[in-house]
């Protein structure tokens, strides 16, 4: 008796201890992402301290200004009246070297250990992030110093999102995946909201410790990556995931193709859980994973998606400051009701597309319903607190949400796409070119911003709106291709019912 129980116990105790180091792994990622946003946002709250009204502040008695002198408690070189422009360069300046950045660390990140890679860019992320605020200390006024700071920052943070997700797909396969995808993608809203909140603790006395400390933060994250962080499932004898399911209807899949596909699907399956772990596929190109059906489209819909969320990211703190004549404290605190709307988005985004199967499906209806809500935002959202709260909440989680469901399960599925043949190798790069592309919306949303935001902040939430049509078109192939799916799936099922 005791011979025929050993299969089973053996079966728990291995299930028991892959299911630990999965929710190890889940974890450590979680915060390691979350420090990699936490110290993007300070930015953003602080920027309304940068640039004030001073007539409403009271001028210590040893100033050295002059009693006309309507700037003095701005910080130079964004005391001038073209503060907003120069605020739109200091993000630029970010966004553009991360999105650059982007499509050349995906080919880093496959072939340098993912350990080492995310710790030293966490390192170097925290020491950029603390050179921004030590400025303050330093006295220093000279813009091509905060620039300069913000290229550097903005490259070397490109090392934490393809690390992640290539991570915990290694970790994890694709059942459930936009779920617990969706839930882990909260960490984007944490840690924009751990940034704003920590900024706002300094933001109205030493800016500088906005920066200062959630850059010590982020190294000291970086220490425990270094220590903690696991590969692959291989490295601690744990069972690798399956990438494809057995059965049902793989996504991105032609309908004429569904009679064939759950038996190859689980020959390989079976084929890649036999492999040595010590065999390396080789490294997809640039080319071959543009190839992979999905890709462009998504890449192209996450542009604009990324403009309009980024946009809110760095400017959403200054214009409820301009708008609803808040403190930059409490500007900075309201804001981060947008990301509690952006952790529902990305868990209901990921729940739904599970569920449906139609991840295209899923971000298209949730773009076309948020382009009334920012109109509605913008009319009637300054209208109390309570509607401020609410409507924000609300636009967090439909700009959010498929934002989050691309850069996670979307990447996470394409990457180990059934056209690779168990090619894993391929995730990291995918990932880098679907956020890289993402990237390049991330910039420009900031960029135009501060230049539209001049002639009325009626005209920046038409861009916005703009841009949630344009993403929500690019997906129209893909919607039209699950509808089809999903149709022949139904009248294959009835089919087998009649039978």
Not at 39 to 57: D, F, M, T, W
Not at 277 to 306: H, N, W, Y
Not at 472 to 491: D, G, N, P, T
Request: net charge neutral; with cysteine; hydrophobic share 45%.
């Amino acid at each position: 008796m005791r011979s025929a129980l050993a299969p089973g116990v053996w079966f728990l105790r291995t299930f028991s201890r892959d299911s630990w180091f999965r929710g190890f792994i889940l974890l450590l990622t979680f915060f390691i992402y979350t420090c990699y946003h936490m110290s993007r946002k300070p930015i953003s709250v602080v920027k309304s301290r940068l640039h004030q009204n001073c007539s409403e502040l009271i001028e210590p008695t040893n100033d050295s200004h002059s009693i006309n002198d309507t700037t003095w408690c701005d910080w130079a070189p964004f005391d001038k009246n073209n503060y907003k422009e120069l605020l739109g360069a200091v993000d630029n300046a970010f966004l553009v070297a991360y999105a650059i950045g982007m499509f050349i660390s995906g080919i880093f990140g496959e072939r340098l250990p993912l350990r080492y890679y995310l710790s030293a860019g966490m390192l170097l992320s925290g020491l950029f992030t603390s050179l921004f605020g030590l400025g303050y200390f330093w006295n220093i006024h000279m813009l091509w110093y905060f620039v300069l700071i913000q290229i550097c920052n903005g490259l070397v943070q490109t090392t934490g999102w393809p690390s992640v997700v290539t991570c915990v797909g290694n970790w994890f396969g694709k059942g459930k995946r936009g779920l617990i995808m969706g839930i882990w993608n909260s960490h984007t809203s944490v840690g924009n909201i751990l940034g704003s909140l920590i900024a706002g603790v300094w933001v109205n006395e030493q800016w500088g410790l906005s920066f200062v400390v959630p850059g010590i933060i982020t190294a000291a994250m970086g220490v425990l990556t270094f220590l903690f962080l696991i590969e692959y499932p291989e490295d601690v004898d744990c069972t690798p995931p399956q990438h494809h399911a057995s059965g049902g209807l793989e996504e991105n899949q032609d309908p004429e193709d569904l009679g064939n596909s759950p038996k190859e699907s689980s020959l390989e399956s079976a084929t890649r859980g036999s492999k040595e772990p010590s065999t390396q596929p080789a490294a997809i190109s640039f080319l071959g994973a543009l190839r992979i059906p999905g890709v462009v489209e998504f890449s192209l819909c996450l542009l604009f998606a990324k403009l309009v969320s980024y946009t809110f990211l760095y400017w959403l703190p200054l214009y409820i400051f301009n708008v609803a004549h808040f403190s930059a404290k409490q500007a900075g605190d309201l804001s981060t009701l947008f990301d509690v709307g952006g952790i529902i988005g990305g868990i209901m985004a990921g729940l739904i597309s599970d569920y449906t199967n139609g991840r295209a499906t899923t971000c298209c209806v949730m773009l076309i319903l948020a382009a009334p809500m920012m109109f509605l935002y913008n009319s009637v959202g300054q209208n109390g607190i309570t509607n401020s709260v609410v409507m924000l909440i609300i636009c967090g989680a439909l700009v959010n949400g498929p934002y989050a469901l691309i850069t996670t399960a979307v990447s996470a599925d394409l990457g180990t796409h059934q056209s690779l043949k168990g090619n894993a190798k391929a995730l990291s790069t995918v990932t880098a070119i679907i956020d890289g592309t993402g990237s390049i919306g991330a910039a420009l949303g900031p960029l135009l911003a501060g230049l539209i935001s001049p002639t009325g902040w009626n005209n920046v939430f038409y861009m916005l709106i703009s841009a949630d049509i344009l993403a929500c078109l690019l997906l129209c192939r893909l919607v039209y291709k699950e509808i089809l799916a999903w149709k022949s799936f139904l009248s294959r099922d009835r089919g087998y019912k009649e039978i």
